[in-house]
């Protein structure tokens, strides 16, 4: 336990009774504390001293840093009873107003939330920038938001992303950065809440002169915030306050129940050694020359005999192990037996912020063949010889035994194993290890990568994920299953243990790290469709592909107007075209085909162009009034057996119908015909799903990918009972009509604004469910039938938070 002078470091502030400061001070000696005395906050003070609450920099800084604020008479009974009282019952309680509204007393909740571990302080995430030009006056509020753990940026041109602007003047429309701007009350607004109208008046009368400066230097006021002087916009909206308050208080009470899930203490307690005052040396030459006489299960076994904390075996007899391993020849008892040393030596040298464990898994862990590279490219191989690609790094043994395979399992289990200690670290110290203190860290993210999710080795593990669902969904074999399973939640943890290291700095990092990596698995998922590779492509590519003309016609335009079928058929094999593209007068390759009668070019584009824009105009001109208006009927009709009777009510710049064109009435029943025909064909079509593996796969990506959105934005839903979070109606439906815009401008928090955003969709998912196919909502395959009902599950969640009821 700590000396009480460390424990019980006081400071005071408002003390104008010169006697009763006397007082305290000689009692605070008494029972050993200290005082630290001045007008600025100390970080190094436990406790404040305060009489009422009044808008003094030490008062908002020890608030705002989770301090304890008394009142002198826990002082002046705790030297009556001559040793330090509980402070519970001296803490300074807002509350106690019978004017003040009823709430949580701020200066307690903001105390209970850091002493939990819960927050570092109360501006923890903040980014701010101060527009105030006293560098006296900048001083002081810079100290009061270090105290809440702010980061201070001292300049525009810093590379953290700004998440607050605050300035003396109220917020205008003539702001220089692209970060909110907020006024300097805003300050006291976010510690107090509707509780900072109770201030008011000290804030306003206690306005400091020149003599009481000099005769109490400690009780300096901040009298720039003043509510009644410099209203922010946020106190104009009552709602949005209350909004916030409340979601601020579900997150962090979802965070709790969280920390509470990452502790597993009997996992950890395992992988949690003694270490020896000191680490006896032990001599491993014996082992050293047992290897070189290929005696590789003899080696393993004196080795295991030698292991306890602090020891760690050879690099070179781990490497020679596990190349051995790796070519094929070994027994089972070997593979079994060097799974078992490897989690032995784990158990004994966890690398949880240590860079000699670091450096020893990350040597053991590379490919024992190409020594050169990267601890990743090892995990990599292992997959991918699971998966029986060539792929890899060097050549692996072929056909691969069904005990490699597992042994190759294994191995996965224990670099996922490996990850989650390290993230279990990190979630319970509260502290950033670096790249020397994370195998995991070392592995995915490069010195100049630190600050982005998508790094080089998280793209590539991120294909591989998607390889191996492609490989592994729809097999009968359970190992394949298993590959798979430890595979996604190597990626899940990396992904988490990213996100806590950096959410501590910047959250917005964090968020756009999110959405930049879904991006690209989205697209990675559309890119595994394509067919042949990158030299395939250059090869089938056309001559003049990527030309347009002085018109702006592409090649694609060309063809379909020369009725050149099979060059349309060689452009649309190739990834990433557009058959929409529009040329200067926005004509399109359709308008074209339609226009000059191509139509084995229209056959072609409504065959492979799934996205194929038939209702685009130019002028009013839709395709098929430009294919009845050059007299191109079998066109006309082609198109109208593929979309349907849609098309007929297209009006034209002179209001007429496609029918309106045609003066044959024979004609005319003929297209209705065929339109009436399409309507049947696109009724079966939406009832069918035509390829069921595709749409498997991308509804477990999208039904997992969901599942771990909420759980790491605490959206409610069935999983989250315990943690309910409860809304009013009236809450409800006016944050429903609220727009966007006026959410992200209002609240400052970053994972706040998005909650609400969230909750917006949630409460909207009726409108989605409805768009939904028929032919996916009655579809029968398993992962297919858990997305969708996922989705009603989430519309269930969302009317029963708009209706204002509870779940229970």
Not at 19 to 37: D, F, P, S, T, V
Not at 672 to 688: F, H, M, N, V, Y
Not at 789 to 808: I, M, P, S, V
């Amino acid at each position: 336990m700590l000396p009480d002078h460390i424990r019980y470091v006081f400071q005071m502030s408002g003390m104008r009774d010169l006697q009763q400061k006397a007082e305290l001070l000689q009692a605070i000696r008494q029972l050993q504390g200290q005082y630290i005395g001045g007008s600025v906050y100390k970080e190094t003070m436990t406790h404040l001293i305060i009489t009422k609450p009044l808008a003094s920099e030490k008062f908002l800084a020890a608030c705002a840093g989770g301090k304890w604020i008394v009142t002198p008479q826990y002082v002046l009974d705790s030297v009556k009873h001559k040793a330090w009282l509980p402070e519970a019952s001296y803490e300074l309680n807002f509350t106690a107003n019978p004017n003040a509204p009823v709430t949580a007393n701020p200066p307690q909740k903001w105390r209970e939330k850091v002493a939990r571990g819960i927050m570092s302080g109360a501006f923890q995430d903040w980014v701010v920038y101060l527009e105030i030009e006293d560098h006296v006056r900048r001083a002081m509020f810079e100290r009061i938001l270090k105290a809440g753990k702010a980061v201070v940026c001292t300049s525009t041109s810093a590379t953290k992303t700004l998440t607050h602007v605050l300035t003396k003047a109220q917020p205008d429309t003539s702001q220089k950065l692209a970060a909110p701007y907020f006024s300097i009350t805003y300050i006291a607004e976010h510690l107090f809440g509707a509780l900072c109208s109770g201030l008011n008046c000290s804030i306003n009368s206690n306005k400091v002169s020149q003599q009481a400066s000099c005769v109490h230097p400690e009780v300096t006021q901040c009298t720039s915030i003043t509510v009644k002087d410099e209203p922010m916009e946020v106190t104009n909206n009552p709602f949005l306050m209350m909004l916030e308050e409340t979601l601020k208080d579900y997150v962090t009470r979802m965070e709790v129940q969280k920390r509470k899930l990452l502790k597993v203490p009997g996992f950890c307690a395992y992988y949690t050694p003694v270490f020896p005052t000191q680490v006896t040396a032990v001599d491993f030459s014996n082992v050293q020359s047992i290897v070189e006489c290929g005696l590789f299960p003899q080696a393993l076994e004196e080795v295991r005999g030698c292991l306890h904390p602090g020891v760690l075996p050879p690099v070179s007899v781990l490497c020679e192990c596990m190349q051995h391993a790796l070519q094929g020849e070994a027994e089972p008892y070997f593979l079994s037996l060097l799974n078992i040393v490897l989690n032995d030596i784990l158990c004994n040298n966890p690398t949880w912020r240590c860079p000699a464990s670091v450096k020893y898994f990350l040597k053991i862990l590379q490919c024992p063949e190409c020594k050169t590279l990267p601890a990743w490219s090892f995990l990599q191989t292992s997959v991918r010889f699971c998966l029986g690609s060539t792929e890899t790094c060097h050549s692996l043994p072929s056909p691969a035994s069904t005990e490699l395979l597992h042994f190759h399992g294994k191995l996965q289990a224990f670099l996922l194993r490996l990850f989650q200690l390290e993230l279990h670290g990190m979630a319970t110290t509260g502290r950033a290890a670096g790249s020397q203190g994370s195998v995991l860290y070392s592995m995915f993210w490069g010195v100049w990568e630190t600050t982005k999710l998508s790094s080089k080795a998280l793209r590539q593990l991120a294909d591989l994920l998607v390889e191996t669902t492609l490989w592994a969904l729809h097999s009968s074999q359970e190992w394949r299953l298993r590959v798979l399973g430890t595979l996604q939640e190597i990626l899940a943890v990396v992904v988490e243990y990213w996100a806590l290291e950096h959410t501590r700095y910047n959250s917005l990092i964090v968020q756009n790290g999110f959405q930049d990596f879904a991006e690209y698995i989205a697209i990675q998922c559309q890119e595994k469709k394509r067919v042949g590779g990158a030299a395939l492509v250059k090869d089938n590519m056309p001559k003049g592909f990527r030309r347009v003309n002085i018109a702006g016609e592409t090649l694609l335009h060309q063809a379909c107007k020369r009725d050149q079928v099979e060059k349309v058929l060689q452009i649309l094999s190739l990834p990433g075209v557009d058959a929409n593209v529009k040329d200067h007068a926005g004509w399109t390759p359709l308008h074209e085909a339609c226009n000059h009668g191509s139509g084995e070019c229209v056959r072609a584009l409504l065959q492979h162009c799934p996205d194929l824009q038939l209702d685009s105009q130019v002028g009013g001109v839709s395709p098929l009034h430009d294919a009845l208006h050059n007299q191109h009927t079998h066109i006309a009709k082609m198109l109208l057996r593929h979309a349907g009777s849609v098309l007929l009510q297209v009006y034209d710049d002179c209001g007429k119908t496609p029918l309106d064109l045609v003066s044959c009435a024979a004609m005319r029943d003929e297209l209705i015909r065929c339109a009436k025909e399409g309507d049947a064909t696109l009724a079966i079509q939406r009832s069918e799903v035509r390829d069921m593996a595709f749409v498997e796969t991308c509804s477990c990506l999208l039904s997992s990918l969901l599942l771990t959105y909420l759980a790491e934005q605490y959206i409610p839903s069935y999983e989250t009972a315990e943690s309910v979070l409860e809304l009013s109606p009236s809450t409800a439906q006016t944050l429903l009509r609220l727009n966007s815009e006026t959410l992200s401008t209002h609240l400052g928090n970053s994972k706040i604004g998005a909650l609400a955003h969230d909750l917006r969709t949630l409460m909207s998912m009726e409108q989605y469910v409805l768009q939904l196919s028929p032919a996916l909502t009655h579809c029968q395959g398993i992962h297919t039938s858990l997305l969708i009902q996922l989705l009603k599950d989430l519309q269930a969640e969302g009317t029963t938070l708009l209706n204002g009821q509870t779940r229970q």
